[in-house]
């Protein structure tokens, strides 16, 4: 298979459906867009190998083409198709080569007829609840919505298996089916049944036995006024039986059955309080396939906020969990906690900032762990001039082991501050952003001292645009028994985007240095191409030429929510000033100003404590897109982060149904922001709207930053481009 023949394939593809011989719709009302990503990629490392960035050296190709397909039958009918194929030649980009159909969806949806219904088939994205199903798969769903008993009716039908491309499935992977049945009303509220069952055939090869399981629920959901309060309660009861997998040898995992409860209230009332308590519990054997809760375990949480009118924003959280609860040996961890996000212009003009503290206890019954920790995290921003911006972050925490000759004691202390320069020359807009951190933990052994200087910068002229990152790392470990360190990254990017094409070229270099064993000296670089078109006369005329594309359509589809209102309202082509009065009746403070983008110290997500900003960039007094910006770095190890990824993906599916794009590769690791530069771990979302495309996800960024995205524009690069960040916002 060859790059040509791909080209040919989709090509032809599109012929079937829709011939366009100008421009992205048909006289039948048919549309035709997509685009073609061709990456080719050259890794080199000299020196320790094994210390090396970069698994597989030398050349690396791949190119990838999405299509869609559309029509509007009518005000209330229409249907489309999605498809994703793959040349891929790279070690980093497939486990798979050759030509590969990656994914496949083709949705119907028709509100007109007796029973209005939906239907999609190929890669969907299965969600009854939290608890039963919540998971990509290959197979179909069907969702009818017949007029029964007076009320709201949505039934569901799900059936799919797990698996990665179309051309490599196995039939022995998991198959899960189920049906949801959810009645809606007024004066009930919204309650649902669920059932999934998942089975997947033994395993010879690894001796893994075979898995037949059942889950079935129970989910409501209410809203009502009481005593002048606002009050939503929430809940589930689920029950499961059958097999899951081994978790105490071969065989541990047949034949069980489990239970797992949820509920939730939150309310406000009259005065800026706002108040939710959530309790959950989950037995051993409580392990449904398509679910995203941990078994075995109990949490109890609650959470107070208030909101100052001087744009103070105050939240207390008590939380306490019991892992390992049925187990002879469990462990409780409590976490008292505040968060303070503010806007202090009031006192110092443009100043603003987030402050967490908490106070978390971990106590194993038998006392072979009993930690203390105190953590306090600031993070300040102020304008210092019409140019300039600074920012100053300090961390401190402190963690003691008070298990008998325990070795976990440490402190650590960290200071972090940059400043931001924009400027204007010849034409180029862009910022320049020197930064400086320090940090010093000190534990029994002796201390480890690391100081991190960096530079930035960003620029753009029409079609041009430059990104340049400096990191330096100099870890200096006195006594820790582990060597000293220096490590040095150099990264710059070009792009050049025109209304069709853009071509991106991209160049690394990254030198490590230990105390006594040998440097490494990697490098990269790689170029990337990508067509967008509307119509095959885009697809197929010369390479960058200046053609008019026509704007993308966006096709009449039920939607569970609006996703302006993760943002106070405000979506693209709304204007400035309808934008800013929104901010300001919502106290967000005085902006930085940051390579174009305004930059609020905000809390969205109020259910997340991790430092979260708000930002919007505007085009010809209207907003051109409007993104939240959520850190992960600061919460410790991968498997924090895979928690907090999941529940920011929950509340968005909760929110707004099922992603029409949802891609997943990799699993979250120690070395994180290098399986992100390389694209062996990828996380991605997108719901489509009549406000544009809502993404979600963990972008690629040159100065390997892993933070969580979530923006909402009238367009993005395809998935296959996973450098899709605000770059220039740090």
Sequence with gaps: MNLTRTIQLFTLAALIFASSPAGGETAGGTTVSGSNTAKLEYYRSFGDQNSSPYAYPYGQFYNEMDLNLSQRLSAYENWRMQASGLYNDSKYRSTETDLILERFKFSWEKGDGDIPFRMNAGDVYGYFSYRTLQRSFKGGEFEF?????????????????????????????????????????????????????????????????????????????????????????????????????????????????????????????????????????????????????????????????????????????????????????????????????????????????????????????????????????????????????????????NTDDLVAGGTSDSTTREARATVSRAFAVGGWDGSVVPGLAARIMETPTGDDRTLVPTLTASAARGAHRVNYNFTMNHYDRNGTGTEDLSTVSHGLRYTYAQKIDSLTLEVRNDYRNPETNDTTDAFYAGITWVRSFEGLDTLLALPFTQGVRKARKTETRRSAGDPAALFFGIAPMMTKSDARHRLENAEAGQPMAMAGYDVYELRLLREFDQRQRLAVAYRKNAVREVALLMDLETLGGPDTMGQVYAQVKKTLVERFGGPDVDVEKGKFGLNLAGALFSDTFVRLSEWHSRQGILRFGIPRRLDGEVRIEIRLSPEFPPPAVTTWSIEAVR
Excluded: C
């Excluded at 304008?383 to 920012?391: C, Q, Y």
């Design 145 to 397: 919505q017949p007029d029964w008993f007076g009320m709201d009716n949505s039934l569901v039908i799900v059936t799919g298996a797990q698996g990665g491309s179309w051309g490599y499935m196995d039939i022995s992977e998991e198959v899960s089916s189920g049906a949801s049945w959810l009645v809606s009303s007024p004066d009930l509220g919204v309650f649902a049944t669920n059932w999934v069952r998942t089975a997947k055939e033994a395993d010879a090869s690894t001796g893994q036995p075979s898995l037949d399981q059942n889950v079935l629920s129970l989910t409501g959901e209410k809203e009502l006024n009481w005593l002048g309060q606002q009050l939503r309660l929430e809940g589930e009861a689920a029950y499961f039986t059958g097999d899951h997998t081994d978790t105490n040898g071969t065989g541990s995992g047949q034949d069980h059955e489990d239970t797992g409860v949820f509920f939730q209230l939150g309310g406000r009332g009259a005065t800026p309080l706002t108040y939710r308590a959530r309790y959950e519990n989950y037995g051993k054997d409580f392990r449904p396939s398509g679910a995203g809760i941990t078994a075995d375990h109990e949490a109890g949480e609650m959470r107070l906020g208030w909101r100052f009118p001087v744009g103070l924003s105050l939240n207390g959280r008590a939380q306490f969990y019991t892992d390992d609860q049925e187990s002879a040996n469990p462990v409780d961890t409590t976490t008292f906690g505040l968060n303070l996000s503010a806007s202090l212009g009031k006192w110092v003009q443009g100043l603003s900032g987030n402050m967490d503290i908490y106070h978390q206890d971990v106590e194993r019954q038998d006392l072979t762990t009993d930690q203390r920790t105190d953590n306090l995290d600031l993070n300040l921003s102020l304008p210092l001039s019409a140019v300039w911006n600074g920012s100053l972050g300090l961390l401190y925490r």
